[in-house]
């Protein structure tokens, strides 16, 4: 089998374990295949459809928005640190409208609230929203909404 092949091989595994940007794959081909060999089995699976930054970023948003609601400040940092374009993570957060940061930012508080280590203050939940990548107005609103119920905790 050739450097392109079982490059090529080593990219399918990977891309059904879970959706990877050209960058992960990159890095993962050529460190078993070298930059010749791995450039050639990427050219390949960006051909067949296989590859694609912008849907790999919206499957990361949505993917984490799911199950660990995430706000768009630590999302960026996260397709960045995926290899993405700097201008493909801007465009992509930006279908991510504030209703739906606010929306997650809400889902995260509730389930910290509802965890039996005990309900935090305002300063601890601002916290824990901010460790999050909530902007500080979403962590806000989120603060505001959550005092506006009939809550035990406020």
Do not use: N
């Not at 790999?56 to 768009?72: E, H, L």
């Not at 509730?110 to 935090?120: D, N, V």
């Not at 601890?124 to 603060?143: E, K, N, W």
Request: a positive charge.
């Amino acid at each position: 089998m050739t450097g392109g092949e079982g490059a090529y091989a080593l990219g399918i595994k990977l891309l059904s374990l879970r959706p990877r940007s050209e960058w992960e794959l990159l890095r993962r081909m050529e460190g078993r295949f070298g930059r010749d060999g791995a450039a050639a089995a990427l050219g390949r699976l960006k051909r067949e459809g296989y590859v694609d930054d912008g849907s790999f970023a919206r499957w990361w948003i949505d993917q984490r928005v799911t199950f660990k609601p995430t706000g768009s400040l630590r999302l960026r940092q996260e397709l960045l640190q995926h290899g993405l374009d700097p201008g493909l993570v801007r465009d992509v957060l930006g279908t991510f409208t504030l209703a739906a940061e606010t929306e997650a930012a809400l889902a995260a508080a509730r389930k910290k609230l509802s965890s039996p280590a005990g309900e935090p203050d305002d300063r601890r939940l601002s916290l824990f929203l901010a460790r999050r990548g909530f902007p500080r107005a979403v962590i806000d609103t989120v603060l505001g909404a959550l005092r506006g119920q009939d809550c035990d905790f406020y």
